[in-house]
Structures are given as structure tokens and as C-alpha cells.
């Protein structure tokens, strides 16, 4: 049986921070029995440049 194939989208917030997260996220879900991918084209989405007040940056992320 093929697994169900599902995409985690990993912040920056995770990657900068606490990346064990994005990592016990990705074991539960394939002990869970998924196929686990992460997306390579992710791209920002300015949360960081937005709650440090940087408004311009936030909208070009």
C-alpha cells in the first residue's frame, strides 16, 4: 500500500528557533504512516519583518 503523501510547510520561526520542532513534526507524522515532503520552493512570508515593525520588507517577503 502506498503511503498518503502530505506536504509540512516550515517556517522560518521553526528554522530559525526551535528546528527539533519541525523534525518531531515530521517523525510523528511518518510514524503516523505519511510520506513527508518539504516543499523546497518555500518562500517567506514576512512574519519576522512584521513583528519587528518592519512593514516594507514584510510585503516584499
Known amino acids: 500500500m502506498n503511503k498518503a503523501r502530505i ?3 516550515v ?3 521553526v ?3 526551535r528546528p ?3 523534525f518531531a513534526a515530521i517523525k510523528l507524522l511518518e510514524d503516523a ?3 513527508v515532503e ?3 520552493a518555500q518562500t ?3 512574519q519576522l519583518a512584521f513583528n519587528s515593525g518592519d512593514f516594507g ?3 516584499a517577503g
Open 7 to 9: 506536504g509540512l510547510f
Open 11 to 13: 517556517t522560518c520561526l
Open 15 to 17: 528554522d530559525l528557533y
Open 20 to 22: 527539533s520542532v519541525a
Open 33 to 35: 504512516g505519511y510520506q
Open 38 to 40: 518539504v516543499p523546497e
Open 44 to 46: 517567506c512570508c514576512g
Open 57 to 59: 520588507n514584510t510585503r
